[in-house]
Nanobody, 127 residues
């Protein structure tokens, strides 16, 4: 089994930055595709970014150029660096892991393909 724990959320002013972390237990991180999703009140879960076995890093168009996903295999940790934050980025951010292969950016932007989820961390951006 895999356990994912997010941290690093908080309250920031528009234009500020946050760095989210996701610690995975039980396996080597490089063997799996990892991703970040977010969910705002009253909205469906939304893809943010993913990092594949080969190092591919697809992003949602809404965050390209502002967010960066990375990983540290020695620490079994995935990060999401968020810069130039906007109020519309406010959401609970979830770390997720897909035990299957990375097929494409479109395939791995679907929440249904991921097998494990963290508990979420709140990000609030004030205007």
């Amino acid at each position: 089994q895999v356990q994912l724990v997010e941290s690093g959320g908080g309250l920031v002013q528009a234009g500020g930055s946050l760095r989210l972390s996701c610690a995975a237990s039980g396996r080597t991180l490089s063997s799996y595709t990892m991703g970040w999703f977010r969910q705002a009140p009253g909205k469906e879960r939304e893809f943010v970014a993913a990092i594949s076995w080969s190092g591919s890093t697809p992003y949602a168009n809404s965050v390209k150029g502002r967010f960066t996903i990375s990983r540290d295999n020695a620490k079994n940790t995935v990060y999401l660096q968020m810069n130039s934050l906007k109020p519309e980025d406010t959401a609970v951010y979830y770390c997720t892991l897909d035990t299957g292969p990375f097929l494409s950016s479109s395939y791995n932007s679907r929440a249904a393909v991921y097998d494990y989820w963290g508990q979420g961390t709140q990000v609030t951006v004030s205007s």
